[in-house]
C-alpha cells in the first residue's frame, strides 16, 4: 500500500516549456487535490476532483489544467510554465467530501522555471 | 471565506519545554480543523482534527489541541518538546462549500534546541 504518489519529484523547466505532473492513490478514495505550496503562504489549493469525471477550479487555478484520469489518477499540466509556477506541489486524497475526512498527501514535487 | 492564521512563523524551545503554536480561524460555519506536520522534503502528515463533540482533541506524538470557539481558536500544544518534532506545522480550515478541500495557514516552523 504505497498511499498517494507523485512523479516526478524534482523538475526543471524553461519559460514556455510544458510538463504533466502525475499522481496515483490506491486507497480507493474518491476525491483529489493539487496543491502548490510556496514560503510563507502555506498551501493553496489548484484544482480538485470530487469524484471520478468530475473537476473544479480552487483557489490559484490560473497557469494549470489537471485530468481525473480513472479513480487512481488526476494529473496536472503546465502548458507554457512561468518563473512564477516554481514551487512544491503535493498531491493528496480523501475519502469523499461529504464529511471532514482525512486527506492523504504524497511527497511533492519541486518544480523549477528558469 | 474562510480564513486561518498562524502567529509566529519561527518557534524555537528548548528540548522538554512546553510547545505552543497558535492557530486562529475565520468561519461562518462551524468549522472542521486539523493540524498537519511536514517534516523536511516530505509531505503532510495528519497530527490531530476536531470535528464536533469534545474541544480537547489528541493526536499523535503526544500533541493535543483545544478548540475554543469564543476565541475562534485551535491551538496545538505538547507539554515537552522532543528533538524529533522540528518541523513545520500547519493549521488548516475546512471548507464548507461542498468540495472539503482545506485552507491551510502560512504555517509555523517549530526548532528543538538541546
Known amino acids: 500500500n504505497a498511499g498517494v504518489t507523485q512523479t516526478p519529484k524534482f523538475q526543471v523547466l524553461k519559460t514556455g516549456q510544458s510538463m504533466t505532473l502525475q499522481c496515483a492513490q490506491d486507497m480507493n478514495h474518491n476525491s483529489m487535490y493539487w496543491y502548490r505550496q510556496d514560503p510563507g503562504m502555506g498551501l493553496r489549493l489548484i484544482y480538485y476532483?470530487?469524484?471520478?469525471?468530475?473537476?473544479d477550479k480552487g483557489e490559484v487555478p490560473n497557469g494549470y489544467n489537471v485530468s481525473r484520469l480513472n479513480k487512481r489518477e488526476f494529473s496536472l499540466r503546465l502548458e507554457s510554465a512561468a518563473p512564477s509556477q516554481t514551487s512544491v506541489y503535493f498531491c493528496?486524497?480523501?475519502?469523499?467530501?461529504?464529511?471532514?475526512?482525512?486527506?492523504?498527501f504524497g511527497p511533492g514535487t519541486r518544480l523549477t522555471v528558469t | 471565506a474562510q480564513s486561518v492564521t498562524q502567529l509566529g512563523s519561527h518557534v524555537s524551545v528548548s528540548e522538554g519545554a512546553l510547545v505552543l503554536l497558535r492557530c486562529n480561524y475565520s468561519s461562518s460555519v462551524p468549522p472542521y480543523l486539523f493540524w498537519y506536520v511536514q517534516y523536511p522534503n516530505q509531505g503532510l502528515q495528519l497530527l490531530l482534527k476536531?470535528?464536533?463533540?469534545?474541544?480537547l482533541v489528541k493526536g499523535i506524538n503526544g500533541f493535543e489541541a483545544e478548540f475554543k470557539k469564543s476565541e475562534t481558536s485551535f491551538h496545538l500544544t505538547k507539554p515537552s518538546a522532543h528533538m524529533s518534532d522540528a518541523a513545520e506545522y500547519f493549521c488548516a480550515v475546512s471548507d464548507w462549500t461542498g468540495r472539503r478541500a482545506l485552507t491551510f495557514g502560512s504555517g509555523t516552523r517549530l526548532q528543538v534546541q538541546p
Open positions: 476532483s470530487a469524484s471520478e469525471g468530475t473537476t
Open positions: 476536531y470535528t464536533t463533540g469534545a474541544t
Open positions: 493528496a486524497s480523501s475519502e469523499g467530501t461529504g464529511q471532514p475526512y482525512e486527506q492523504y
